[in-house]
């Protein structure tokens, strides 16, 4: 009788056991199916709003390098030459009708300012095109390029919309003659910053990330794996190192804006070093990732197993042989690892960099180490906090290729690590 009460006390237990096994599967399965619908929501959103950034609209323009407007002196002038002016008589040629001054002021507003551009470098390209004629297109502004994504409503009356009725039926008037084209967004990729949304790049954005990814790589993964290095294997174990490894864990959970301060008064206030220089962005992002990279890169010397270091040693390796010819191949996937994370961690930080003044606004594409710069994710900060339909496209679209960027550089670790690893 004892015997069956514990038998079916046992089974009671174990059906229990059961139910809440099945319902830990359940809940993990319920959790991992609401991250991906949020993931899929959040990428769904993110492209759509992003996507038609990629994709620029043109008009296309009868344009007259005339001499006369352009050399009236019988010399040209690059930098004095009025291409603006052969763009509104362009335009004035394709709407004869218009001759009122505010129209033609509304008319200008079709085209993007960085038509006077274009034409230039055309002509800087080819001088040959000096007192000829071509069909040309140019950029067209941003509220036509708006309109014609259909982000523009046309029903809303005209108080409430950017594009008066006229410019509607100019709009409409070179749609039906086949002067309306979309392109793919070059200058996305080729312009630095721009307070016209259509001008506006990431190219300046990008190279001030890349020279700062740069320096940071440089100065923190040889710091960090030669200071874990030398805390697994050399330093002695005391109080004194135990309150730098408590001092280094803490430094990892430091909110990102203190490292921020800290550039700002050494690098910059103390040593004189210029604002809003990648070199700078890069000291301060180094500092950053020194703590993960050093936390890392021990975890990977301790996962190496101590049969390796036993079995160097037995055939008279030194201590250092054995550290560098064995446990440092072994955990230097590892290593890369965490230099990977440190990294990708930099690459999206915008706090510490608006403290030591790379939130300027900055048209010009870094060529140095020193420039004045922006970065990525500061430049996504600056877009999304303007008012502009055009410039929130633009910053979904950075976003998108900031997650590129992103996997492009997981992807290159996997490589690497693929190619440096070693098995044991």
Do not use: C
């Amino acid at each position: 009788m004892k015997g069956r009460d514990t038998r079916t006390a046992v089974e009671a237990s174990l059906r229990r056991r059961r139910r809440k096994e099945v319902l830990f599967r359940l809940s993990g399965l319920v959790a991992t199916a609401v991250g991906i619908v949020f993931l899929g929501v959040f990428f769904a959103s993110l492209i759509g709003q992003g996507a038609s950034a990629f994709r620029q609209t043109f008009i296309e323009l009868d344009i007259e390098y005339s001499k006369d407007v352009l050399a009236p002196e019988g010399e040209l002038d690059l930098d004095y030459a009025d291409f603006d002016a052969v763009v509104r008589n362009a335009l004035w040629q394709e709407f004869p009708g218009v001759t009122d001054r505010r129209a033609r002021r509304d008319l200008l507003r079709l085209v993007s300012a960085a038509a006077g551009f274009q034409l230039r470098d055309a002509l800087l390209e080819d001088p040959e095109l000096l007192g000829t004629r071509e069909r040309v297109a140019v950029p067209a502004s941003a509220t036509v390029d708006m309109l014609v994504k259909g982000n523009i409503d046309r029903s809303l009356n005209e108080a409430r919309r950017p594009l008066t009725d006229r410019q509607l039926e100019w709009i409409d008037q070179l749609a039906a003659n086949d002067r309306l084209e979309m392109k793919f967004n070059t200058a996305l990729f080729t312009n630095g910053d721009s307070r016209e949304p259509e001008m506006a790049g990431i190219k300046g954005a990008l190279m001030g990330s890349f020279y700062m990814l740069i320096v940071t790589i440089g100065l923190s993964f040889p710091l960090g794996v030669a200071a874990a290095i030398y805390l697994e294997e050399f330093a002695p174990k005391n109080r004194w190192a135990d309150l730098i490894e408590v001092n280094i864990n803490n430094l990892a959970a430091v909110p990102s804006i203190v490292f921020g301060l800290l550039g700002l008064a050494v690098f910059i206030n103390w040593l004189g070093m210029p604002r809003s220089a990648p070199l700078v962005g890069g000291l301060v992002l180094a500092l950053l990732t020194l703590p993960v990279i050093i936390i890392a890169s021990r975890a990977a010397i301790k996962a190496v197993p101590p049969s390796i270091r036993e079995a160097a040693l037995g055939v008279g390796a030194s201590r250092m042989q054995v550290v560098f010819h064995h446990v440092v191949p072994l955990a230097l996937p590892g290593m890369l690892t965490g230099a990977i994370i440190g990294m990708s961690r930099a690459l999206g930080e915008t706090a510490p960099l608006l403290m030591i003044g790379m939130v300027a606004f900055i048209v010009d594409v870094p060529s140095g180490f020193s420039d004045p710069a922006s970065a990525l994710p500061v430049q996504i900060f600056l877009w999304a906090d303007s008012p502009e339909r055009a410039f929130a496209e633009r910053t979904s679209a950075a976003i998108i290729v900031l997650l590129g960027f992103l996997l492009l550089m997981n992807l290159a670790a996997i490589i690497l690590r693929t190619k440096v690893g070693r098995r044991w």
